[in-house]
């Protein structure tokens, strides 16, 4: 399903080129209790009910005891023919709205090639990456402004940061309630919608709310269809978004899935010092 296009300028394609010539290329070459508010809030399953609890889930998180979760992401891409996964696993604190993550590239294209795990630290504002590719020393770390970039880092790293992956859906519209399924042991409600992207950045938190106001920008539409996956608390334990790229090439499509466990687990997230920040040229890899 195509469901959200850049624009066909200049920054949709220097995304496009970060995005998958960055990180993908590298690749080609238990819990707190939120509240008896929360819960209720949750036993509204359709309707505008459904609408409201699942704009809620950002809050929730940030606002539960447990504060913090255990993560697992997957970024799936389509191009033409060729698809490619890149995995993360991690921690992440939504007060702090901070996180710290091992991302795992799939082999080259002909299935030969290993490719180091890139750590990824998330911060509100800020994405670094370690390991990030040629042209970069080893015991160096890249910084990456994300609301500067006409995504909000949203696709950039090969991982949709889990706050912003939450924040999102405070522009849920047209919701459906699918039903109750089972996820690893846990009762969820399953809701399908679109968030208004737009809508949801003039709502998100203020940490926040700068990446996501640059993606309102960057996107040509503000339409993103998701699946959510919420607990009887109200708390999001997985969450799909369904992105689409518009490029002077093929389209490439994007499923980012976040998938969140393990609730309260600690949380230690130092940032790199200035001094090992890299600050050279990065080789984004062979240009047509």
């Given amino acids: 399903m195509v469901v959200q296009q850049h624009r066909s300028g200049g920054g949709a394609r220097a995304v496009c080129a970060l995005a998958v010539m960055g990180v993908m290329a ?14 209720a809030a949750a036993d509204d399953r359709a309707g505008a009910g459904a609408v409201e609890v699942v704009r809620r889930a950002a809050a929730v998180l940030a606002g539960a005891k447990a504060g913090s979760a255990q993560v697992s992401t997957s970024m799936e891409t389509a191009a033409g023919g060729t698809r490619v996964t890149i995995r993360g696993r991690g921690t992440y604190d939504f007060r702090a709205r901070s ?5 795992v590239l799939p082999q080259d294209a002909a299935g030969e090639e290993e490719h180091r795990p890139i750590t ?10 370690k390991n990030r590719g040629a042209g970069v020393p080893a015991d160096k770390w890249v910084r990456i402004d994300t609301t500067a970039l006409a995504d909000g880092n949203l696709v950039t790293g090969g991982v949709t940061d889990p706050m912003a ?5 405070r522009g849920a519209r047209a919701v459906t309630y699918v039903g109750e399924t089972d996820l690893a042991g846990v009762t969820v409600r399953h809701y399908r919608g679109t968030a208004d992207i737009g809508r949801a950045a003039r709502l998100a938190s203020a940490p926040s709310r700068g990446a996501l106001m640059a993606a ?5 539409t503000d339409a993103v269809p998701f699946d959510a996956y919420l607990d009887e608390q109200g708390r999001l334990r997985k969450v799909r978004h369904r992105f689409s790229f518009a490029n002077e090439g093929p389209a490439v499509q994007a499923v980012s899935t976040t998938l969140l ?5 600690p949380v230690s997230v130092p940032l790199p010092d200035e001094r090992d920040i890299f600050t050279g040229e990065i080789d984004q890899g062979p240009r047509k």
């Fill in 216 to 220: 309102a920008k960057g996107f040509g």
């Fill in 261 to 265: 466990y393990g609730f309260g687990v």
């Fill in 120 to 129: 990824e630290l998330l911060a509100p504002g800020a994405l670094y990456m």
């Fill in 99 to 103: 996180g710290r993550l091992r991302v």
């Fill in 26 to 39: 590298a690749a080609a070459g238990c819990a707190g209790d939120a509240g008896g508010g929360d819960r």
């Fill in 165 to 169: 992956a939450a924040e999102l859906l």
